[in-house]
């Protein structure tokens, strides 16, 4: 067990008695029956994100990402290396597509000598194209993403799963793609999985949509995908509402409000005892707030409250992984943007 997620499950179950508002202090004392386990999560189910995101991507005037992309993010900082280091084995999921080979050699190697267990998004519009209501239409182009793979494996690059698509679920952020379809090019993309990996004892999972939970969709892609084809259904989750928020920070402190998302956490598990017994449910990516977060709020303290809650929801409805948003960048960083060190006060290990 890794020392966040120790410190996430003691902070999670102190969390609602030792909160101090205004000066009234209660007591109160918790038991916890060890004995039981109501749910299993992965032996790695922290995870954190590391977006794509360039300087200039701004919300609300406010310009929080820095060099903290993927494709800028200095990988010598020693402070990054240790984070992740200290957080070891941390997941990081990684969303996009990559053209770009040099840096992916540098982008393996950092991973490999920090230990981490890499998730890598691949692009699922390629070949497709767009119709009205921002809908994809047509089979995906699997050229790049077998190059990609067959080179990953040639340079003996661990990628832990291979991620199909990013929020193109339900009606989709910006597009979307139907789930017969997406199905479709999901088994041609475990074919090649299978045929490239065909040799090695590991062989990464293939997850996916990557996007918001929508009941008809997700159920519709595992019957379309069928047994062993999705290992875990990937779905994102921003249950704050938009950064810019002035109440942002009650809503942290808002158990009621916090507990909402428990709907689409029972819903997924519905779908997967239903339609996928083989697959497992993965929080892919989840920020709280959306929009980059809050300035002042995602940053800090505060915010940790939402985070634990949900790492607590996450885990009792069997969900395996939870990636935070972000490991670095924008405003809800669990490192800081420019200094590297980490962010909320109680990451920081001496
Ligand atoms: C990002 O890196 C570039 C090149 O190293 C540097 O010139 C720039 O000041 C950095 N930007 C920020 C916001 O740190
Ligand atoms: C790093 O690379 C070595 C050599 O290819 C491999 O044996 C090891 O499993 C890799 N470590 C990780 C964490 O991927
Ligand atoms: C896969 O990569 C190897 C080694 O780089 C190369 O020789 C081979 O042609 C590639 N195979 C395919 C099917 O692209
Ligand atoms: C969960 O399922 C119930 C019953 O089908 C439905 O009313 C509710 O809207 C669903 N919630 C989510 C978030 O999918
Ligand atoms: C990150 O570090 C910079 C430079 O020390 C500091 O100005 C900023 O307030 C820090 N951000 C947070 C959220 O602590």
Known sequence: MGLLFQLALFLYLVSPLSFVLSQDIEHGSVNVDGAQSIADTDENFICATIDWWPQDKCDYNNCPWGNTSIINLDLSQPLLAKAIQGLKPLRIRIGGSLQDQVLWDEINQFFNKTGAIVTFGLNALNGRHKTKHSTWVGDWDSTNA??????????????????????????????????????????????????????????????????????????????????????????????????????????????????????????????????????????????????????????????????????????????????????????YGLLNTTTFSPNPDYYRQD
Request: with cysteine; hydrophobic share 35%; charged share 20%.
């Open 146 to 331: 077998h190059d990609l793979i067959n080179y990953t494996i040639s340079k003996g690059y661990k990628i832990d799963s291979w991620e199909f698509g990013n929020e193109l679920s339900g009606k989709g952020i910006g597009a979307n793609v139907g789930p017969i379809q997406y199905g479709k090019d999901l088994i041609k993309l475990k074919q090649i999985l299978n045929t490239l990996y065909h040799n090695h004892n590991f062989k990464p999972s293939l997850i996916a949509p990557g996007g918001f939970y929508d009941k008809d969709w997700f159920d519709k892609l595992l019957q379309v995908t069928g047994s062993g084809v999705v290992n875990a259904l990937t779905h994102h989750i921003y249950n704050l509402g938009p950064g810019s928020d002035v109440n942002l920070d009650s809503k942290i402190l808002d158990p009621d409000r916090l507990s909402k998302v428990e709907s689409v956490f029972s819903n997924m598990s519905e779908t997967i005892k239903k339609h996928g017994p083989w697959s497992n449910a993965w929080v892919g990516e989840a920020g709280g707030a959306y929009n980059s977060g809050g300035l002042g709020i995602s940053d800090t303290f505060v915010n940790s409250f939402w985070y634990l809650d949900e790492l607590g929801i996450a885990s009792r409805y069997n969900t395996k992984v939870y990636c935070r948003q972000t490991l670095i960048g924008g405003n």
